[in-house]
């Protein structure tokens, strides 16, 4: 059996809306991009979205489940009323006396609907007036006419619409199809003096873009919130933007928010803003990860944001060149062979080659700068004698960067019997040829201190 639901948009128009504003109503168009992400049948019908989730609903937990969330996140875009029906035309009708705050009886479905007032029911509004007259209150009145004498006074529109609601004629409709771009507008219903209260009229456009990009299969890296002023002030702007950018591709409307939620603590606005729109940059198709499938039943459900989440979240709260993290370079020269950029909008760069890096052991603490060592009979000292365990590990390179920048240096392991092991090289500019340090002295090298193993 279809299970379709009905939703009452933001704006109710009247009951009797002509094609154009069936087809083009501002109001519920954003509400009906939003449900494509559950079924591809949804169809605008006057100041209503109804589709149709029968083949949906266990991809979606069950009809329970979904009605719960469908009735959640709809009342977040505005929508003023919900129902559910076996057929569009019932819930369409059904929503409508939710919306006039109409209470109907419990039971069978035929019998709620039989209690529904005339003016609910698409095609028997304009003859509300007339069946009145012959004391039909109800669409259960009107059913209990003779059908012979209703067609003949009415025609047979009032019969098809009967029809239609219980399921007796099969309902047609023209699909809602999504736009290429997605680019959405809302008027606040005041004036928003702080950035912090865009975030409402700002969850409302995310919803919707989120449910866009469900129903296209993508997700996005990069959207622009932009807001617009209600006055003209000479040398200020009438309108404002702010970019929020994602390292990863997402979906999620609660990832998205909490960036934005960041970003707006921070942005000081010039006036009172009585206008938002949110449009989508960077689309890409969404492939998320084959194994998720199969490991769904043994892998127990993610609790909090993940890493790259939680440092976007705190570049956007700190700003982005607070947040670093390392990545290698190409380069033997230890103050090189790293550098920080900024965590948030970072992605993962290609592996270097086995031979980019220098081999042989690497600290686990390097010094800002290298210290100097006293020589003592040839021998390093820090805090007593040093005694070399392994090297030497060679790094000669960085001449083309200049003097100042080149590197002669021999590296190695040594141990200090207050110290434990550290990692120390010898200058090797005016040093003479590698032989054997602790017979040739090294008075000629000098001795530095450079990093402290774990």
């Known amino acids: 059996m279809p299970y379709w639901f009905a939703l009452i948009g933001p704006s109710t128009s009247s009951t009797e809306a002509s094609p154009a504003e069936r087809s083009h109503a501002d109001e519920v168009t954003p509400l009906g991009w939003w449900a494509l992400q559950f079924t591809p049948r949804v ?98 009145d009107v059913r209990r006419l003779p059908r012979g004498g209703v067609a003949r006074r009415f025609g047979t529109q009032v019969l098809q619409a009967l029809d239609r609601a219980y399921g007796l004629q099969p309902e047609r409709f023209e699909w809602l199809q999504l736009p290429e771009v997605f680019a959405a507008r809302l008027e606040l219903p005041g004036r928003v003096e702080d950035a912090t209260g865009l975030l409402f009229g700002a969850r409302r456009l995310v919803l919707q873009l989120c449910g866009w990009l469900a129903a296209r299969q993508a997700g996005v890296r990069e959207v622009v919130l932009q807001w617009r002023h209600d006055f003209h002030r000479p040398g200020v702007d009438d309108a404002g933007e702010l970019c929020i950018r994602t390292a990863e591709l997402t979906r999620e409307p609660g990832h998205l928010l909490r960036l934005m939620s960041e970003r707006l603590a921070r942005t000081p606005l010039a006036g009172p803003v009585g206008e938002l729109r949110l449009r989508a940059e960077t689309v890409e198709p969404w492939s998320p990860d084959n194994r998720a499938l ?136 005016d040093a003479v040829p590698a032989r054997d340090l602790e017979s040739t002295g090294g008075e000629r090298g000098g001795w530095f201190l450079q990093g402290v193993f774990g």
């Open 43 to 140: 169809a605008l019908w006057e100041e209503c979205v109804l589709f149709e989730v029968q083949a949906s609903l266990r991809l979606f937990g069950g009809a329970q489940a979904l009605r719960e969330r469908v009735v959640r996140e709809a009342a977040e875009l505005g929508c003023q009323a919900a129902a559910v029906a076996p057929t569009a035309w019932g819930a369409l009708a059904v929503a409508r006396c939710h919306a006039r705050g109409l209470r109907l009886p419990q039971g069978r479905w035929t019998l709620r609907l039989d209690a529904v007032p005339l003016e609910c029911l698409p095609g028997l509004a304009r003859h509300q007036p007339v069946l009145a007259r012959l004391g039909c209150r109800t669409l259960g």
């Open 294 to 429: 199969a490991l769904e039943a043994e892998r127990p459900p993610a609790e909090g944001e993940s890493l790259v989440q939680l440092l976007e979240r705190l570049s956007a709260r700190l700003g982005a060149e607070q947040v670093l993290r390392p990545v290698l370079r190409s380069d033997h020269r230890l103050p090189q062979c790293e550098r920080w950029v900024p965590a948030a909008g970072w992605t993962t760069p290609a592996p270097l080659p086995d031979d980019a890096l220098p081999a042989g052991p690497r600290p686990t603490w390097w010094l800002p700068q290298p210290l100097p060592l006293a020589t003592r009979q040839g021998r390093p000292h820090h805090h007593g004698p040093l005694r070399l365990l392994s090297g030497p590990h060679r790094v000669e390179t960085g001449w083309w960067d200049g003097e100042a920048a080149s590197v002669a240096r021999d590296y190695f392991v040594a141990h200090g019997e207050q110290v434990g092991l550290l990692w120390v090289y010898r200058e090797r500019r």
